[in-house]
């Protein structure tokens, strides 16, 4: 395997050649020199990806790349295409002597110093008048003077391996020669024809019988080559966070393996694949055998990156203590070498973690090194602006915007530095962010109860942005829209969606484990409201082991887990877990929605027990919060705890208005399972206020009969919601609310066909339940 030339390069090189022989027209002119650059410079990391996509500008291209581009112009001879003259100087170098000749005559083509014009002055050496010289310092000029440079480096038998290999390359284009009469291999080298050999022949066998051999694949690259496709597959496993394809793998062990040479990036490659796939000993092993080379190669600025990985590495498997100290000296050995980048970079994500995960770092010994979080991120704001790092930048941005909706502050300044971020990203093209961004807009109109929005965000994400998106922010999204169909009762949809996520994203340990606990809360929701407790308990036990993986898993968990012990009737368990939650969320400062939603719950729980007097100033201190903090969608819920507070102590009126200015508001978050509580708290109140009117008068029947059929069309409603999210207990006591309302008015025989509509759904719920306790036992 060469270095660097490979028969591409060659024929590179004959395209230049013709090009500064005039033999290209000036129409053709931008067209061949645009693909000639987009080979030997390599793109940018913003358009790699759809570079590969092209499929037309491989690493390794044939030789119908050139004749797609060819053909379409044609030459300054009449009659002739670029093709033709290409594919004429291609079989000019018809031996391996000639190619020793062309790369010789490589340098008539770079501009003339003042010694070449003064031998070819003595020698009367004149060049054609239409002549281009290529500057030595130009791209094209370069690249001829590193080809002429390596040719000669070149062992003999590695010059005889790319003669062979361009013989091959070239092969294909032979019934373009006219030279060429019957079999192609009379015309492979001028000293075959010379000689007379034919194919079977012991000096044409022993010379040019190798060329069928498919292991010869592999010396059409050369190491370059190959460390430009490393780079790439880096980029994309660092950017995407993805794991390498079990085919590229192959290709990459197919291409690496016969070369003889050690690639330093093959260990980096492997090690982020390793990481991926939740190997720590293999990934370990291989960063030490990647930065061991750099150090050998004295490439030491690489040591404080190498130390960044190893951080990163600890704290993706749990092991803070370690993550802190590696973290500690990458940022020292950043600041001793003066690389910004790294200790930016090094800076944020440490920044990341102090708020992912607050319990395990303080645990670890970590107390903050940025004093609060507000004053890191203004660090990191005014060092990413200073050495332009507009990345950081950005994410700066979207995390304090992060910051300012976890604290319950301004939400027009969440927008504002949302804004500013995507300005940055539009402007300089900083496509990785672009799912942050649109994840953090779905956030945002979440919490302002406008879920419609919220889910157009996250579509948005996965049908236009997914694809210079890192993976985790896919599955993020679809993950959240997923369990918004499960909060409107689409169950099956949800699960599809989850279960459609492509088999190669489940490579990735990370990544398989977040699939797998949202997939588990969303079957936890079904059960917990069919009243399946089996089911719940096994789920819940399940998840277990998975609810350090995120902190939102990690609450959603705990708030299934209130609703189960809630739900099996024991109480002081879920007014426990209540407490050291709501203690544990205050301690680390958690987000304002997770520490409302617990005071909900403590107010709902006393109601549940029968002293929703007791959780009065708990729903009203969630409802003041909520308001200040813009939480929409959790105001309703803590309004609807007010709401039935006031329906309990017997201010049914004040329960209604307070009812009637949010249900219309709620039913537009496509939360079905808050829509159906409040209109049930709803038929309470009008229930409630039937009880006050005095039915001696005709005025007050009339008002007491009215407020009667509006509690039963709000019952009717919310059964309708139960059901949709197959709520049995909910569904169960409005049927029961039903016949105590026929009851109430006299009529026993409606009252008894509700009693048996009741029994009823409650027993093929419970046949459901049967259902799958035997599927689970089979499992």
């Not at 980096?268 to 291989?286: E, Q």
């Not at 579509?459 to 909060?487: D, G, K, V, W």
Request: overall charge negative; glycine content about 6%.
């Amino acid at each position: 395997m060469s270095r660097y030339l490979t028969p591409q390069k060659i024929s590179l090189l004959v395209l230049v050649n013709l090009y500064c022989n005039s033999g290209v027209p000036s129409s053709a002119t931008i067209p061949i020199l645009s693909f000639i650059v987009s080979h030997l410079i390599p793109p940018s990391h913003s358009n790699s990806r759809e570079r590969i996509s092209n499929g037309s500008q491989d690493v390794i291209s044939s030789i119908s790349a050139f004749e797609n581009v060819l053909l379409a112009h044609v030459s300054s001879i009449p009659g002739r295409t670029l093709l033709d003259l290409f594919l004429k100087e291609m079989w000019s170098i018809n031996s391996f002597d000639a190619l020793h000749t062309f790369f010789d005559s490589l340098g008539e083509l770079l501009v003339r110093t003042r010694e070449d014009l003064i031998r070819e002055a003595e020698a009367n050496i004149v060049h054609p008048p239409d002549r281009i010289f290529l500057s030595r310092i130009s791209p094209l000029g370069t690249f001829l003077r590193r080809a002429q440079l390596e040719f000669t480096r070149l062992q003999f038998h590695d010059a005889v391996k790319l003669w062979s290999v361009f013989v091959k390359y070239r092969a294909p284009t032979a019934s373009w020669t006219k030279r060429i009469a019957g079999v192609a291999g009379s015309s492979i080298d001028i000293n075959v024809t010379d000689l007379g050999l034919n194919p079977g022949d012991g000096l044409f066998e022993a010379a040019y019988g190798h060329l069928d051999d498919p292991d010869e694949a592999e010396e059409m690259i050369s190491t370059d080559d190959i460390d430009r496709m490393l780079d790439f597959q880096i980029d994309r496993l660092q950017r995407l966070g993805c794991r390498l394809p079990d085919d590229m793998k192959l290709q990459l062990r197919n291409m690496v393996g016969p070369s003889g040479t050690v690639l330093r990036q093959s260990h980096l490659v492997k090690f982020f694949d390793a990481w991926r796939a939740g190997d720590y000993t293999s990934a370990f092993d291989n960063l030490h055998r990647y930065y061991d080379y750099a150090m050998q190669t004295r490439d030491k600025i690489h040591y404080q990156y190498a130390l960044l990985h190893m951080a990163i590495l600890q704290a993706d498997f749990g092991c803070f203590s370690e993550a802190i100290a590696a973290i500690n000296e990458t940022i020292a050995t950043a600041r001793e070498n003066q690389d910004m980048s790294c200790l930016n970079f090094s800076l944020s994500w440490l920044n990341h973690m102090s708020k992912a995960y607050p319990k395990q770092m303080k645990g670890a010994g970590y107390m903050g090194m940025l004093g609060s979080e507000r004053d890191g991120l203004t660090f990191l704001k005014a060092k990413a602006k200073e050495s332009k790092m507009y990345s950081l930048l950005s994410s700066t941005l979207l995390n304090e915007a992060k910051l300012g909706l976890s604290n319950g502050e301004s939400v027009p300044r969440a927008f504002e530095h949302i804004f500013q971020a995507s300005h940055l990203n539009v402007r300089e093209n900083i496509v990785s962010n672009y799912g942050g961004q649109m994840l953090m807009q779905s956030t945002i109109f979440s919490r302002l109860g406008i879920t419609h929005l919220s889910t157009v965000y996250c579509e948005l994400l996965l049908h236009c942005y997914n694809r210079n998106s890192p993976i985790e922010e896919n599955i993020r999204a679809t993950c959240r829209l997923a369990f918004t169909m499960a909060q409107s009762g689409r169950y099956e949809q949800a699960l599809s969606m989850l279960e459609s996520i492509k088999p190669d994203v489940h490579r990735t340990l990370k990544f398989h484990q977040y699939i797998v606990s949202y997939t588990g809360l969303v079957k936890l929701k079904r059960a917990l409201r069919r009243g399946d407790f089996v089911a719940c308990a096994h789920l819940l036990s399940q998840l277990k082991s998975g609810a350090a993986i995120d902190p939102e898993i990690s609450f959603l968990l705990s708030h299934c887990r209130i609703s189960y012990l809630t739900l099996s009737g024991d109480f002081s368990e879920a007014f426990n877990l209540i407490e050291d939650i709501g203690a544990e969320l205050k301690d680390d400062s958690a987000d304002m929605y997770q520490r409302i939603s617990m005071l909900i719950a403590k107010a709902t729980l006393f109601a549940k027990v029968g002293k929703p007097e007791k959780g009065f100033s708990v729903a009203v201190r969630a409802a003041s919060t909520a308001y200040r903090a813009r939480l929409i969608p959790t105001l309703w819920e803590a309004i609807g705890a007010v709401a039935n507070v006031l329906n309990g102590v017997g201010e049914s009126k004040a329960a209604g208005r307070l009812l009637d200015a949010i249900i219309p508001q709620a039913l537009e978050s496509n939360d079905t399972a808050l829509c159906a509580q409040l209109y049930s708290l709803q038929a309470d109140a009008y229930m409630g206020m039937a009880g006050q009117e005095d039915e001696n008068t005709s005025v007050g029947a009339r008002q007491r009969a009215t407020k009667v059929s509006k509690a039963e069309m709000y019952i009717d409603r919310a059964r309708e919601c139960y059901t949709r999210i197959e709520d049995i207990n909910g569904e169960c006591e409005m049927l029961a609310k039903k016949a105590l309302i026929a009851k109430l008015r006299g009529d026993e025989k409606l009252a008894e066909d509700w009693a048996e509509n009741y029994m009823r759904t409650y027993q093929s719920a419970k046949e459901r339940m049967w259902d799958s306790d035997a599927d689970l036992e089979e499992g």
